[in-house]
């Protein structure tokens, strides 16, 4: 036991920044990550940026994170698709994260007779593109879904976000969408393969019960929920699984990244 080697798995948004400041301790964090060649990748559900994107802004909140250690649900979507059905078409409403994603993987982006409606992430969800992806799946497109998150934070507060348009979506063609990220434990065991890394010695870091310890628990995986985001400890409560362990703060894993429960 006391030979466990951890790898890390954590959540972006709630857990290493804030809106777009960096939250204390999270540089430090992954300074020691690679100090000690430890292996980590970033999550996150938001389909809407490319990795290059993502590198971009944590660059700028003073966190230093290669392309290749951050993995989007666009990213598990277009993975998924690509193995399901090879070189397929897809209808997307989207952003460049998403849609960049799944020309890499060989898809063909088209709105006529495409094999899934793919929705994501978009700042300005358009009224003519979920008709038309209504449609769509009405004339045989099968549905899938980025995320279920329902809303997603700005600076004026919440706003829709994909499992809101979903739910229209689902509502309107009595179809229901194939989710991709959390919680399915898909998103977490595409980014273990993603590593080389195994269930046994991966945990998880995520600041939502509803989301990250979920998939985390659902993939077999250790998990730890801060308190810098969504869930409380009041909150916690409330759900039928625990993590492994609460903390305050990422800050509080500083010092012991190679044996973070106390293991030895």
Do not use: C
Request: net charge negative; charged share 25%.
């Amino acid at each position: 036991m006391n030979e466990r080697r951890w790898t890390y798995l954590s959540d972006m948004d709630g857990v290493l920044v804030q809106e777009e400041h960096l939250v204390p301790g999270a540089d430090e964090f992954l300074k020691e990550l690679r100090a000690n060649d430890i292996g980590f990748l970033v999550l996150t559900n938001n389909s809407i940026y490319t990795p290059r994107d993502l590198r971009a802004r944590l660059e700028r909140t003073g966190l230093d994170i290669p392309e290749e250690a951050i993995w989007t649900s666009a990213l598990a979507t277009a993975k998924f698709l690509a193995s399901q059905r090879p070189n397929g078409s897809a209808f997307v409403i989207g952003e460049a994260g998403l849609t960049t994603a799944l020309h890499e993987v060989g898809y063909v982006l088209t709105e006529r007779d495409p094999d899934y409606v793919v929705l994501g992430e978009t700042r300005t969800y358009s009224f003519s593109a979920i008709t038309r992806a209504i449609r769509l799946i009405e004339g045989g497109a099968k549905f899938i879904a980025t995320n279920p998150d329902a809303t997603g934070p700005s600076m004026e507060g919440s706003m829709p976000a994909t499992g809101s348009v979903a739910a229209l979506i689902e509502k309107a063609t009595g179809r229901s969408p194939y989710y991709v990220g959390k919680p399915n434990p898909l998103m977490m065991r595409s980014a273990l393969r993603r590593l080389g890394a195994h269930s046994e010695s991966t945990l998880m870091i995520g600041d939502r019960m509803d989301t990250d310890v979920h998939s985390g628990i659902e993939a077999g995986l250790q998990t730890i929920l801060v308190l810098t985001g969504i869930s409380t400890r009041e909150s916690a409560e409330h759900y039928p699984y625990r993590p492994t362990m609460i903390i305050d703060s990422i800050a509080d894993l500083v010092g012991r990244t190679g044996d973070p429960f106390g293991e030895g």
